[in-house]
């Protein structure tokens, strides 16, 4: 083609309207018997390069072209989220169309693709439409969503500590993406700029007073200590008083007047929606915490909680909750196993009202708070930690303050809240957890362990190993190493609390990409009758359960799964049990959907698992929503 042969090294922008050129003319002489002459060719290719950089007035031309070339890769997405690439394609002169998507996680592994030719007719905007509705559908069919996090406190009550430039490196090195401040420090504000680390600072207690009387002082100390910093650096959550209920001058009253006023500048300043306001507290203002589903908050507290709960609701913020595992250990011994609060394996302890069973404590005093939630009429407000851990050193009588003991609690806290396992009376439910502390601060008060929680000391050098980002292997839910498991049987069946459009969908993929054999289910088999969904969901996801370990991260599914002790066996239907059955294959990943009913997608259910990648593709991120 002349536009080649007219340069020693043709640009990559020529090349590809002359090979698009020859692949047009091909196609004509095979598909509709019309032979394209070279010179029309020729002239296609000149017409495609003029609309080009009409389009790209700013894209080199010729020779210069090649010298600056873009290095074209696929972008992974952040942490615990997916990405979703679609492409959709229109012929617009017989108006045949087509569209394709491909699912992957933040590692690049592939979790699904989908390819289909849409209806004649279709026009380019309609056929783009289409493949972005239907890249929307595939991720919530999949369920897709935003995946728990794990942060740390950035405590300063210490001597000798690195400077915060030393310590947003020392973040960045570990992969530390969540960090929590408990005041507005400009020096740390600064430090944290453009290193894409999340913080969350504080309003202290001290300035609840002048925070709540006067809208202007809030305005103020945005103006001043906030504003000039950020975005760069990335301010997602600001707490107003922490744990105000624990402090010995109650400034509960000041509380919501504090956090509304706060609020009110963030909108002014137009930050409303990418700054959460919120405020922290203790495990103490519920009154009561077992069983969980007993959970209550102490009526003293009600004058305060009442207003505040309703601004949580109203704003969505989370109800932030300062919880130590270790604590309840270390007071009542005797009535709880250290393995219980350390995520070990341990005998299960079973609300006798749900009959749900506790493999860990953390999990329990969650859900406590969710019951006392609940009991209040504020079911949707999420629940977020923004403290807990374990100490590495203690006093005499601190026998648990160990470092063994905190490297197994946080490790295991970490895998826990990455597998997005929930709790539960939640399952599955995104839960983020900030470990207290970064370093241990020798200045803090009280027995030998408040001054010994930290993960790292003032060199910098680490108390014990911890992987931070729970990205190892034995995140891998294949893996039972490590992961909180069950002395007692068990069996997981469905809920009979949630809709059934989300049990079908559930019991879809456990037949489909679960890879359950639910052979059993179908007419005239053993677990047909009674032929309703929840029982039919119950047989396939206890297989799931039974499979993979029968943990509590296998009983997921959604939110639509419940563990029991009770087996649900009947007449000649048998419930698997772990171990009973080693024949079926599990694969724990979303395999490439296939054509098959049990596929859990509202569209056709042609499926091609070889995707072409798109060429000029829309990116739709779903961050761990």
Not at 173 to 201: C, G, P, W
Not at 241 to 265: F, K, Y
Not at 304 to 314: V, W
Request: aromatic residues 10%; charged residues 15%.
């Amino acid at each position: 083609m002349d536009i080649i042969l007219s340069q020693q090294k043709p640009s990559c922008e020529d090349f590809v309207a002359t090979a698009w050129a020859i692949w047009n003319a091909r196609n004509s002489n095979v598909f509709r018997d019309k032979i394209i002459p070279p010179d029309v060719s020729c002239s296609s290719a000149k017409d495609i390069l003029t609309r080009f950089y009409e389009a790209n007035p700013q894209a080199p031309k010729g020779k210069n072209a090649s010298k600056e070339k873009q290095k074209l890769s696929w972008i992974p997405p952040e942490y615990g989220s997916y990405k979703v690439n679609v492409d959709g394609a229109c012929n617009t002169s017989n108006k045949v169309a087509g569209m394709r998507i491909v699912v992957r996680d933040c590692e690049g592994k592939f979790i699904a693709g989908y390819t289909e030719r849409l209806p004649r007719g279709s026009s380019p905007i309609v056929t783009e439409a289409l493949v972005i509705l239907n890249g929307m559908k595939l991720a919530c069919d999949l369920n897709l969503h935003r995946a728990s996090t794990v942060g740390v406190c950035y405590g300063r009550n210490a001597d000798d500590l690195p400077t915060p430039t030393k310590v947003a490196k020392l973040l960045q090195l570990h992969n530390i993406k969540y960090v929590r401040t408990y005041d507005s420090n400009i020096q740390v504000l600064k430090a944290f700029a453009n290193t894409e680390i999340e913080l969350m600072i504080g309003i202290p207690n001290s300035d609840l007073l002048p925070f709540s009387q006067f809208q202007s002082n809030v305005d103020i100390w945005l103006k001043n200590s906030i504003l000039p910093y950020y975005p760069a650096t990335k301010i997602t959550y600001i707490t107003v008083g922490a744990e105000v209920t624990e402090a010995p001058n109650n400034a509960s009253s000041l509380v919501v007047p504090a956090m509304r006023n706060v609020l009110t500048a963030l909108i002014k300043a137009g930050l409303h929606k990418k700054i959460t306001v919120s405020t922290t507290h203790s495990l103490g203002v519920l009154s009561r915490s077992f069983p969980p589903s007993a959970g209550a908050f102490n009526s003293s507290h009600a004058f305060f909680l009442k207003p505040l709960l309703e601004f949580l609701a109203e704003n969505q913020s989370p109800f932030m909750v300062n919880i130590y595992p270790y604590y309840a250990y270390r007071d009542s011994h005797n009535n709880v196993s250290l393995d219980y609060a350390l995520f070990e394996p341990s005998s299960d302890v079973i609300d006798p009202n749900t009959g749900l069973l506790y493999t860990n404590m953390f999990d329990a005093q969650i859900d406590a708070l969710y019951f006392a939630l609940t009991a209040l009429n504020f079911k949707t407000i999420k629940i977020m930690v923004t403290e807990t851990g374990w100490p590495s050193k203690g006093s005499a009588k601190e026998t648990a303050a160990t470092p063994d003991n905190a490297q197994t609690y946080n490790a295991n806290l970490i895998r826990h809240i990455i597998n997005d396992a929930g709790t539960p009376a939640k399952p599955g439910e995104e839960l983020d957890v900030y470990i207290f502390s970064l370093f241990n601060e020798n200045r803090k008060p009280g027995l030998e362990s408040e001054r010994n929680w930290g993960l790292f000391y003032p060199d910098e050098t680490s108390v014990y190993s911890l992987d931070l980002t729970g990205r190892g292997a034995a995140v891998d839910v294949t893996t039972q190493t490590n992961v909180t498991g069950s002395s007692r049987t068990s069996w997981c069946i469905a809920s009979s609390t949630v809709s059934e459009a989300d049990l079908q969908n559930a019991l879809d993929w456990a037949c489909g990409p679960g890879n359950v054999d639910c052979s059993a289910i179908q007419p005239s088999q053993p677990c047909f009758e009674p032929d309703n969904l929840v029982s039919h969901a119950s047989y396939a996801f206890n297989s799931y359960y039974q499979l993979n370990g029968a943990t509590d991260i296998a009983c997921g599914f959604g939110g639509t799964a419940v563990r029991t002790i009770k087996n649900p066996s009947y007449d000649n239907c048998l419930y698997m049990t772990t171990g009973s059955n080693k024949t079926a294959t599990v694969n724990t990943t979303a395999a490439p959907l296939t054509s098959s009913s049990s596929v859990p997608m509202g569209f056709s259910s042609r499926v091609s698992s070889s995707l072409v990648l798109a060429f000029l593709p829309f990116l739709l991120n779903l961050n761990h929503a």
